[in-house]
């Protein structure tokens, strides 16, 4: 199970910062990941971390923005979000998967495992 929570309503060039807390299974092989959706648009990828060795990914259009991080004793992955833009707004979503390489990880329709979704408005 997975709870994801920290969304809110912040100006352009604020941050804010989600939280993904996990349950249950041992996550040692899994990806963490944050996808977003925007109204009237797919969900895309944000950024991921392996839960061993802690690698991380990117979308283009977060990277220098945002950081993925993790704290294993908690089992949360958090994503420091910063120099918020408008185009940001959008419901975040955690997801984790195990197996994933590294040119899957960014592919939605591999996670079998989602949490609900934190709303994220960044206002102009």
């Known amino acids: 199970q997975l709870q994801a929570c920290g969304g809110g309503l912040v100006r352009a060039g604020g941050s804010l910062r989600l939280s993904c807390a996990s349950s249950?299974?041992?996550?040692?092989?899994?990806?963490m990941s944050w996808f977003r959706q925007a109204p009237g648009k797919e969900r895309e990828f944000v950024a991921a971390i392996r839960w061993s060795g802690g690698g991380t990914f990117y979308a283009g259009s977060v990277k220098g923005r945002f950081i993925i991080s993790k704290e294993n004793a908690k089992k949360t992955v958090y994503l420091q979000m910063n120099n918020l833009k408008p185009e940001d707004t959008a419901v975040y979503y955690c997801?984790?998967?195990?197996?994933?390489?590294?040119?899957?990880?960014?592919?939605?329709?591999?996670?079998?495992?989602w949490g609900q979704g934190t709303l994220v408005t960044v206002s102009s």
């Open positions: 249950g299974r041992s996550f040692s092989n899994y990806v």
């Open positions: 997801s984790t998967q195990s197996g994933l390489i590294a040119s899957t990880v960014s592919d939605r329709d591999r996670y079998d495992y």
